[in-house]
C-alpha cells in the first residue's frame, strides 16, 4: 500500500495520439538519450532553446498549432512510438548489469547523499564539479540498474546567474526558480498535504518538504525548507547552495545529514549502504547511532553497525576547504544530542574533533572518516595527498601507505557529455550496443577504423557549432541593449572557426590559476596573432560570490580578453554552466587545466573534452597524472611538488608556452592532406579517446564504487544480521 501520492503533474493539454511526452519530460533520463530531446525540439526548436532546454517548461508553453503539427507528421510519429518503446523497455529492463553481476543482493538499498547535483542545466542546483560528479553517478547507476536513491537539497534560488561589467567585475543576480515548470514534482501525503520531515534547531522544529525527480531508474528526493510552518529565515534555509554563514550552514548539513535520514524513511526506505559524497552530509552517521540507541541497541553495537554499513568520499585536498564548526557551534546546535546517544559532551565532540590553532573544531570530515568503514579520494595522487593528511587520526598507522583511505578515479557519464555526432560515429564503428561496455578497453581498440577523414568531418562541424553558439549569445547580449559593443567583442563574435582552438572553463578558484597562460601576455599575443598559425581561447567560469581572488582572476581575464591586441582571438563566455560545458567540451581542440598542483582532487572537464576529441593540454595533477601516457594529450611541468608557488608558476607558465609553441601548434597546422586533415594530430586524437573514454568513464567509476565499497559494506552488514 502506497504511503504517500508521488505523480507527475497532469495539466498539459497535450494531443490523445503524443499524451505520454510529460512521462518523458519528467525522467531525466531523455538528458542523455538525444533522441528523446529530439522529440520535444523538433515541435519548435526556437522555443526549446528559449525554455533552457528545460522540456516541462517547454510543454506548458508549447502552443497547440505546433502540436498539431507533429501529429500529423508520419515520421515524427514514428519516431515517437519507437522512443517511448525504447523508455519502457529501459525502465522494465531485467538484465542489467547489476542483475547479472549481483542479482542476489537485488533487495539491498544504497543511499546516496549530496549538498549538490548537476543534472541539467534545467535544474541549476549545482555549483561546480562535485555536483556534476554526483548527477553522472545517479545516471550511471540508473543505466547499471544498481538499487541507488538520491537526497540533496532543491535551492529555489539556484547558484547563481553571473554577469561580468564592462570592465570585468563579476556581478551576481539571482534565480527565482519556478518548480512547478521544472522536472521536478512534490510529493503529498494521502490526505493531500505536502510530504514533510522535520528537525530540531535551537528553540524550535525547522519542517521541509519533499520533491522527486526521476533519474532514469534511479529517484531523487530534494528537501525543500520554504514551507508555511517555517520562519521567514528557516524558509531560507535552502535558497542557496554553500552560505558563508556558518549558523547557516550548520543548519543545512543537520537538515540533509538528520533530515535525509528521516526522509527517507517516511519513504519508507531501508537502505544497507550510506554513501556521503563529500562530508556535508557526515551528521547522518549521528542520526542512524541516534535511532538505534532509541530503540535499545548498545551504543557500541550502533557505532560498529553504522560505520560498517557507511561509505565516504572525500574530496577536499587541502585543510581549509573542510567544513568544521567551533564547539560553541556544536553546543548550541546538539544541546541534548550526545545525551541521546549516551555520551558525554567531550566523547561526543571527539567523534569529529580536529585540533585547530584557535582551539578544537568539529570537522564534517574527520566525523565521516571515523563513521564510516570505508574512505575513499578521487585519483591516484588525491589518495596519497588524503593519505598524509588524515594520518593523525590512524594513530596505529605507522607508514601513510596504511592508512586505511582507498582512490577510486572520478569519470564522467558518456550518455551526458558526448556529443551527438560522435555518439553516431561511435555507433558506426563500434556497433550498436556499445554503450553497454564502455568501459571494455579491447572495444576500443576498433576506433583506429574510423577513417581520418571522417572523425575529421564531425570534429569540425562541432567546432563550427561552439562559434555559431557563442556568437548567438553574444548576440543575445548585444540584443539585450546592455552590452557596451567591446563586451560583444569579447563575447566572441571574431572566433574564426578554421583556427586552432583552446577551451578554459571552470570555476574561478585561486588554485586553477586562470591567470597563468596570461603571464607572458607579450609572448601569447605573439602565439594568438601568428599569421600563419593563430590560436584562439575560449574562456568561461564563476567565482564563489565571497571570493574576492577569484572575481580578480575573472577581471583579470576579462581586460586581457577585450583589449584590442588580441584581435579577438580571445572570448569570454558568460555565466557558465552545463550547457556552456557542453558546447565547450564539445567544440574545441585543445582542453588546457592549470591548477596548482596537488589542490585538483581529480577535475573531470578534461575527460568530457577528451571523449570528444579534444586533446588536454594540463598540470599533471588529479586525474590527468594517471591518464597521461605521454602520446594522448600535453603535461605542463613536471610530476613533482613544489615548496615555492611562485617558482611553481613560473617552471609551469614557461612549460605552457614552450609546447603550447613548439609542439601543439605545428602539430594542428602542419603535416596535412589535400582535405586539409592535420594527420598527426588525428593520430593523438585517437590516442586519446582509445585511452582515456574507457577508463575515466562513469561505468568504470561506478563499477568500481559497486566492488570496493558498496558490496562490503554490504556483506559486512548482511553477516550482522
Ligand atoms: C564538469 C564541470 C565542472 C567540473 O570541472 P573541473 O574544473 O574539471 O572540476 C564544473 N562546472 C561545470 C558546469 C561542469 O560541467
Known amino acids: 500500500m502506497d504511503l504517500f501520492k508521488q505523480e507527475i503533474p497532469k495539466h498539459f493539454n497535450l494531443p490523445q495520439r503524443i499524451h505520454r511526452l ?13 533522441d528523446a530531446q529530439y522529440l520535444f525540439s523538433h515541435i519548435d526548436s ?41 523508455f519502457d523497455a529501459y525502465l522494465q529492463a531485467e538484465n542489467t548489469w547489476f542483475q547479472q553481476e549481483y542479482g542476489k543482493l537485488s533487495n539491498q538499498m544504497i543511499a546516496y547523499f549530496s549538498f549538490e547535483f548537476g543534472l541539467h542545466e534545467s535544474l541549476p542546483v549545482y555549483a561546480g564539479g562535485l555536483g556534476i560528479l ?25 547558484y547563481f546567474v553571473q554577469h561580468i561589467t564592462e570592465d570585468g567585475w563579476q556581478e551576481t543576480g539571482n534565480y527565482h526558480l519556478n518548480f512547478f515548470e521544472m522536472p521536478i514534482y512534490p510529493l503529498y501525503e494521502l ?80 537502505p544497507t ?30 557505532l560498529e553497525q553504522v560505520r560498517a554499513s557507511n561509505v565516504f568520499t572525500t574530496h577536499t585536498p587541502v585543510p581549509a576547504g573542510i567544513d568544521q564548526f567551533p564547539l560553541w557551534l556544536v553546543d548550541k546546535y546538539f544541546p541534548t544530542f550526545w545525551q541521546e546517544l549516551g555520551l558525554t559532551r567531550d566523547e561526543f565532540v571527539d567523534l569529529g574533533r580536529q ?51 582507498i582512490h577510486i578515479t572520478n569519470g564522467v557519464h558518456t550518455g551526458t557529455w558526448l556529443a551527438r555526432r560522435m555518439r553516431v560515429l561511435y555507433d558506426k564503428y563500434l556497433g550498436e550496443n556499445w554503450m553497454d561496455r564502455i568501459d571494455d578497453l579491447d ?90 598559425m593563430p590560436v584562439q581561447i575560449v574562456f568561461a567560469g564563476k567565482a564563489h560570490p565571497a571570493d574576492e581572488p577569484g572575481k580578480l582572476i575573472i577581471q583579470q581575464v576579462y581586460r586581457a580578453v577585450k583589449d584590442s591586441r588580441t584581435g579577438g582571438r580571445m572570448a569570454f563566455v558568460e555565466d557558465y554552466d552545463m550547457n556552456i560545458s557542453r558546447a565547450l567540451v564539445q567544440g574545441v581542440d585543445v582542453w588546457l587545466n592549470t591548477p596548482r598542483r596537488p589542490n585538483e582532487a581529480s577535475g573531470t572537464s578534461g575527460m568530457k573534452a577528451a571523449i570528444n576529441g579534444a586533446l588536454n593540454f594540463s598540470v599533471l595533477d588529479g586525474w590527468w597524472r594517471e ?20 617558482e611553481q608558476d613560473r617552471v609551469d607558465a614557461e612549460s605552457l608556452y614552450d609546447i603550447l609553441e613548439n609542439e601543439i601548434v605545428p602539430l594542428f597546422y602542419t603535416n596535412r592532406t589535400q582535405n586539409h586533415v592535420p594527420l598527426g594530430w588525428v593520430a593523438r586524437m585517437k590516442e586519446s579517446i582509445r585511452t582515456l573514454l574507457p577508463q575515466f568513464s562513469m561505468q568504470r567509476m561506478v563499477k568500481e564504487y559497486m566492488r570496493e565499497l558498496y558490496l562490503p559494506a554490504a556483506v559486512a552488514i548482511d553477516s550482522h544480521h
Open 22 to 34: 510529460p512521462e518523458l519530460a519528467y525522467n531525466l533520463w531523455w538528458v542523455w538519450t538525444p
Open 46 to 86: 526556437y522555443l526549446w532553446e528559449c525554455c533552457r532546454h528545460n522540456p516541462v517548461a517547454f510543454l506548458s508553453k508549447v502552443e497547440r498549432p505546433r502540436l498539431n503539427a507533429v501529429i500529423s507528421d508520419r515520421i515524427y510519429l514514428e519516431r515517437y512510438d519507437r522512443l517511448m518503446a525504447q
Open 134 to 158: 554526483a548527477g553522472d553517478h545517479l545516471k550511471e547507476a540508473s543505466d547499471l540498474g544498481i538499487p541507488l536513491v538520491g537526497i540533496g537539497f532543491i535551492y529555489n534560488q539556484g
Open 191 to 270: 490526505d493531500g498535504d505536502p510530504l514533510m520531515i522535520s528537525i530540531d534547531l535551537p528553540g524550535r522544529k525547522v519542517y521541509a518538504r519533499l520533491w522527486k525527480v526521476e533519474v532514469g531508474r534511479v529517484a531523487l528526493y530534494l528537501l525543500d525548507s520554504n514551507v508555511e510552518e517555517n520562519s521567514p529565515p528557516d524558509r531560507e534555509l535552502t535558497s542557496r547552495l554553500y552560505s558563508s554563514d556558518l549558523e547557516i550552514r550548520v543548519s543545512q548539513e543537520m537538515l540533509l545529514g538528520i533530515g535525509g535520514v528521516r526522509a527517507l524513511r517516511a519513504l519508507g526506505y531501508e
Open 273 to 302: 549502504v550510506w554513501h556521503m559524497n563529500e562530508g556535508h552530509s557526515a551528521f547522518l552517521a549521528l542520526e542512524r547511532i541516534r535511532e538505534m540507541v532509541s530503540k535499545g541497541v548498545e551504543l557500541s553495537t550502533a
Open 355 to 405: 585540533p585547530q590553532s584557535w582551539g578544537d573544531s568539529l570537522s564534517m570530515a574527520v566525523l565521516a572518516i571515523h563513521l564510516s568503514a570505508r574512505t575513499n579520494a578521487v585519483s591516484e595522487l588525491h589518495g596519497e595527498v588524503s593519505r598524509r593528511m588524515w594520518k593523525f587520526l590512524f594513530p596505529e598507522c605507522k607508514k601513510e601507505e596504511d592508512v586505511p583511505i
Open 443 to 532: 572495444l576500443w581498440e576498433r576506433l583506429l577504423d574510423i577513417p581520418n577523414e571522417e572523425i575529421w568531418a564531425v570534429r569540425a562541424h562541432l567546432k563550427r557549432k561552439l562559434i555559431r553558439f557563442v556568437t548567438d549569445r553574444a548576440r543575445q547580449q548585444w540584443l539585450s541593449g546592455n552590452a557596451h559593443p567591446v563586451q560583444t567583442l569579447a563575447g566572441g563574435v571574431l572566433l574564426d572557426p578554421h583556427v586552432l582552438t583552446i577551451g578554459f572553463a571552470r570555476r574561478f578558484a585561486t588554485y586553477k590559476r586562470g591567470y597563468l597562460i596570461l603571464s607572458d601576455y607579450e609572448r601569447l599575443l605573439r602565439i594568438l596573432n601568428n599569421p600563419e
Open 627 to 646: 591518464a597521461y601516457n605521454g602520446n594522448n594529450g600535453w603535461a605542463i611541468g613536471e610530476d613533482l611538488d613544489y615548496s615555492d608557488p611562485n
